[in-house]
Protein backbone atom coordinates (compact mmCIF):
# COMPACT_ATOMS: atom_id res chain seq x y z
CA UNK A 1 0.00 0.00 0.00
CA UNK A 2 0.76 3.74 -0.41
CA UNK A 3 2.41 5.97 2.45
CA UNK A 4 3.38 9.57 2.37
CA UNK A 5 5.46 10.99 5.23
CA UNK A 6 6.27 14.38 6.18
CA UNK A 7 8.50 15.71 8.54
CA UNK A 8 9.04 17.33 10.65
CA UNK A 9 5.36 17.51 12.21
CA UNK A 10 6.33 20.89 13.71
CA UNK A 11 9.01 23.32 13.34
CA UNK A 12 9.47 26.76 15.05
CA UNK A 13 11.40 29.16 13.25
CA UNK A 14 12.83 32.43 13.64
CA UNK A 15 12.29 35.75 10.85
CA UNK A 16 15.17 35.38 8.23
CA UNK A 17 15.99 31.96 8.21
CA UNK A 18 16.30 29.16 5.89
CA UNK A 19 13.45 26.36 5.85
CA UNK A 20 13.59 22.80 4.33
CA UNK A 21 10.51 20.38 4.58
CA UNK A 22 10.45 17.02 3.03
CA UNK A 23 8.17 14.35 2.03
CA UNK A 24 8.16 11.35 0.48
CA UNK A 25 5.64 8.59 -0.67
CA UNK A 26 5.97 4.71 -0.74
CA UNK A 27 4.39 2.09 -2.39
CA UNK A 28 4.29 4.03 -5.86
CA UNK A 29 6.21 5.42 -8.49
CA UNK A 30 6.63 8.48 -10.96
CA UNK A 31 3.07 9.74 -8.69
CA UNK A 32 2.54 13.64 -9.26
CA UNK A 33 3.49 15.68 -6.04
CA UNK A 34 1.71 18.77 -4.62
CA UNK A 35 2.40 21.25 -1.60
CA UNK A 36 0.15 22.92 -0.26
CA UNK A 37 -0.30 25.89 2.48
CA UNK A 38 -3.31 26.17 4.82
CA UNK A 39 -2.83 29.46 6.90
CA UNK A 40 -4.86 29.90 10.26
CA UNK A 41 -8.65 29.79 9.18
CA UNK A 42 -7.84 29.88 5.60
CA UNK A 43 -8.29 27.35 2.77
CA UNK A 44 -5.71 25.04 1.34
CA UNK A 45 -3.35 27.30 -1.01
CA UNK A 46 -1.87 25.19 -3.82
CA UNK A 47 1.77 26.24 -3.87
CA UNK A 48 3.60 23.90 -6.43
CA UNK A 49 2.95 20.44 -7.74
CA UNK A 50 5.07 18.49 -9.96
CA UNK A 51 4.34 15.59 -12.71
CA UNK A 52 8.22 14.15 -12.62
CA UNK A 53 12.09 14.77 -11.51
CA UNK A 54 13.13 18.07 -11.67
CA UNK A 55 9.61 19.35 -13.03
CA UNK A 56 8.19 22.32 -10.83
CA UNK A 57 5.20 24.23 -11.33
CA UNK A 58 4.58 27.67 -9.38
CA UNK A 59 0.98 28.52 -8.34
CA UNK A 60 1.93 31.40 -6.28
CA UNK A 61 5.12 33.68 -6.22
CA UNK A 62 6.40 33.91 -3.00
CA UNK A 63 9.52 33.15 -1.17
CA UNK A 64 9.24 29.85 -1.15
CA UNK A 65 10.94 27.31 -3.76
CA UNK A 66 10.33 23.60 -4.36
CA UNK A 67 12.27 20.41 -5.78
CA UNK A 68 12.06 16.92 -6.58
CA UNK A 69 15.10 15.65 -6.58
CA UNK A 70 14.11 12.13 -6.42
CA UNK A 71 10.75 10.60 -8.37
CA UNK A 72 9.18 10.17 -4.51
CA UNK A 73 10.71 12.87 -3.00
CA UNK A 74 9.22 16.14 -2.81
CA UNK A 75 11.32 18.99 -0.79
CA UNK A 76 9.84 22.74 0.33
CA UNK A 77 12.53 25.47 0.62
CA UNK A 78 13.15 29.10 1.73
CA UNK A 79 16.54 30.73 2.07
CA UNK A 80 14.63 33.49 4.47
CA UNK A 81 11.36 33.23 5.77
CA UNK A 82 8.90 35.41 6.60
CA UNK A 83 6.25 36.33 9.51
CA UNK A 84 3.63 35.03 6.70
CA UNK A 85 5.21 31.95 5.63
CA UNK A 86 3.32 30.71 9.18
CA UNK A 87 1.00 27.58 8.54
CA UNK A 88 0.27 23.70 8.28
CA UNK A 89 1.91 22.63 5.37
CA UNK A 90 1.02 19.58 3.47
CA UNK A 91 1.70 17.32 0.91
CA UNK A 92 0.15 15.21 -1.30
CA UNK A 93 0.27 13.04 -3.81
CA UNK A 94 -1.84 11.64 -7.09
CA UNK A 95 -1.98 8.81 -9.95
CA UNK A 96 0.22 10.12 -12.72
CA UNK A 97 -1.46 9.26 -16.29
CA UNK A 98 0.99 9.75 -19.11
CA UNK A 99 5.01 10.24 -18.83
CA UNK A 100 6.57 13.06 -20.13
CA UNK A 101 3.71 16.00 -19.88
CA UNK A 102 4.70 19.39 -18.66
CA UNK A 103 1.74 19.92 -16.48
CA UNK A 104 0.09 17.09 -14.27
CA UNK A 105 -1.53 14.04 -16.25
CA UNK A 106 -5.03 14.42 -17.51
CA UNK A 107 -5.60 11.50 -15.16
CA UNK A 108 -9.38 10.00 -15.11
CA UNK A 109 -9.51 11.90 -11.99
CA UNK A 110 -7.31 13.37 -9.51
CA UNK A 111 -7.93 11.61 -6.19
CA UNK A 112 -4.94 13.00 -4.37
CA UNK A 113 -3.62 11.91 -0.93
CA UNK A 114 -2.51 13.81 1.54
CA UNK A 115 0.63 13.71 4.36
CA UNK A 116 -0.41 14.23 8.13
CA UNK A 117 1.22 18.30 7.56
CA UNK A 118 4.00 20.42 9.18
CA UNK A 119 2.87 22.85 11.28
CA UNK A 120 5.10 25.86 11.01
CA UNK A 121 5.54 28.65 13.26
CA UNK A 122 7.70 32.10 12.07
CA UNK A 123 8.56 33.94 15.14
CA UNK B 1 -10.13 24.57 -12.13
CA UNK B 2 -14.19 25.58 -11.35
CA UNK B 3 -14.71 28.20 -8.36
CA UNK B 4 -16.66 26.43 -5.53
CA UNK B 5 -19.28 27.98 -3.27
CA UNK B 6 -20.26 26.35 0.19
CA UNK B 7 -21.75 27.33 3.48
CA UNK B 8 -19.49 28.54 6.02
CA UNK B 9 -20.86 25.87 9.04
CA UNK B 10 -23.94 23.41 9.39
CA UNK B 11 -25.31 21.55 12.27
CA UNK B 12 -26.48 17.97 12.33
CA UNK B 13 -27.60 15.89 14.81
CA UNK B 14 -26.23 12.14 15.53
CA UNK B 15 -27.96 9.64 13.43
CA UNK B 16 -29.30 11.94 10.79
CA UNK B 17 -28.62 12.71 7.96
CA UNK B 18 -26.06 15.28 6.99
CA UNK B 19 -26.85 17.06 3.36
CA UNK B 20 -23.63 19.38 2.38
CA UNK B 21 -24.20 21.30 -0.43
CA UNK B 22 -21.50 22.75 -2.74
CA UNK B 23 -22.25 25.46 -5.85
CA UNK B 24 -19.46 24.95 -8.56
CA UNK B 25 -21.51 27.42 -11.50
CA UNK B 26 -18.25 27.23 -13.71
CA UNK B 27 -17.28 23.68 -13.56
CA UNK B 28 -16.42 23.17 -17.43
CA UNK B 29 -17.22 19.73 -19.03
CA UNK B 30 -14.41 17.74 -18.26
CA UNK B 31 -14.07 18.36 -14.62
CA UNK B 32 -14.52 16.29 -11.99
CA UNK B 33 -16.49 17.56 -8.79
CA UNK B 34 -14.42 15.95 -5.37
CA UNK B 35 -14.85 16.00 -1.86
CA UNK B 36 -12.80 15.94 1.14
CA UNK B 37 -12.69 16.03 4.62
CA UNK B 38 -10.29 17.56 6.91
CA UNK B 39 -10.53 16.54 10.61
CA UNK B 40 -8.37 19.29 12.88
CA UNK B 41 -4.77 19.13 12.50
CA UNK B 42 -5.08 16.37 10.16
CA UNK B 43 -4.17 16.13 6.31
CA UNK B 44 -7.64 16.09 3.74
CA UNK B 45 -8.75 12.84 3.20
CA UNK B 46 -10.89 11.68 0.10
CA UNK B 47 -14.34 11.15 0.33
CA UNK B 48 -16.01 10.70 -3.26
CA UNK B 49 -15.57 12.14 -6.59
CA UNK B 50 -17.99 12.44 -9.88
CA UNK B 51 -18.58 13.93 -12.91
CA UNK B 52 -22.27 13.80 -14.07
CA UNK B 53 -23.72 10.52 -12.63
CA UNK B 54 -24.86 9.99 -8.29
CA UNK B 55 -22.37 8.03 -6.69
CA UNK B 56 -22.39 6.04 -3.46
CA UNK B 57 -19.19 5.05 -1.40
CA UNK B 58 -19.06 3.33 2.01
CA UNK B 59 -18.27 6.72 3.61
CA UNK B 60 -21.06 9.49 1.45
CA UNK B 61 -23.24 9.50 -1.68
CA UNK B 62 -22.63 12.65 -4.31
CA UNK B 63 -25.78 13.80 -5.81
CA UNK B 64 -24.48 15.96 -8.93
CA UNK B 65 -27.38 18.74 -10.55
CA UNK B 66 -27.84 17.65 -14.10
CA UNK B 67 -26.22 21.35 -14.88
CA UNK B 68 -23.58 20.03 -12.87
CA UNK B 69 -23.80 23.66 -11.41
CA UNK B 70 -23.79 22.31 -8.08
CA UNK B 71 -23.67 19.03 -5.93
CA UNK B 72 -24.43 18.04 -2.55
CA UNK B 73 -22.38 15.66 0.06
CA UNK B 74 -24.78 13.14 1.60
CA UNK B 75 -23.60 11.67 5.00
CA UNK B 76 -26.44 9.36 5.76
CA UNK B 77 -25.92 8.48 9.64
CA UNK B 78 -23.61 11.28 10.81
CA UNK B 79 -21.67 10.13 13.76
CA UNK B 80 -19.60 12.55 16.21
CA UNK B 81 -16.34 11.77 14.56
CA UNK B 82 -18.05 13.50 11.31
CA UNK B 83 -17.52 16.46 12.70
CA UNK B 84 -14.82 18.24 10.66
CA UNK B 85 -14.61 20.91 7.22
CA UNK B 86 -15.74 19.37 4.37
CA UNK B 87 -14.46 20.36 1.07
CA UNK B 88 -15.90 20.45 -1.97
CA UNK B 89 -13.51 21.26 -4.96
CA UNK B 90 -13.86 20.45 -8.87
CA UNK B 91 -10.76 20.34 -10.97
CA UNK B 92 -9.01 18.66 -13.90
CA UNK B 93 -5.12 18.75 -13.51
CA UNK B 94 -4.89 20.71 -10.29
CA UNK B 95 -7.27 21.25 -7.47
CA UNK B 96 -8.46 24.65 -6.01
CA UNK B 97 -9.32 24.11 -2.00
CA UNK B 98 -11.50 27.41 -0.29
CA UNK B 99 -12.71 27.18 3.04
CA UNK B 100 -15.07 24.53 3.12
CA UNK B 101 -17.76 23.95 4.92
CA UNK B 102 -17.25 22.90 9.34
CA UNK B 103 -19.78 20.56 9.57
CA UNK B 104 -20.47 19.97 13.64
CA UNK B 105 -22.37 16.74 15.08
CA UNK B 106 -24.00 16.71 18.11
CA UNK B 107 -25.59 14.46 20.25
Known amino acids: SQTIHQWPATLVQPVGSPLSLECTVE??????LYWYRQAAGRGLQLLFY??????ISSEVPQNLSASRPQDRQFILSSKKLLLSDSGFYLC??????????????????????FGPGTRLTVL | DAKTTQPTSMDCAEGRAANLPCNHS???????VYWYRQIHSQGPQYIIH???NNETNEMASLIITEDRKSSTLILPHATLRDTAVYYC????????FGKGTMLLVSP
Open chain 2, 26 to 32: TISGNEY
Open chain 2, 89 to 96: TAGYSTLT
Open chain 2, 50 to 52: GLK
Open chain 1, 27 to 32: GTSNPN
Open chain 1, 92 to 113: AWSVHGTSGSPTPSRHIYNEQF
Open chain 1, 50 to 55: SVGIGQ
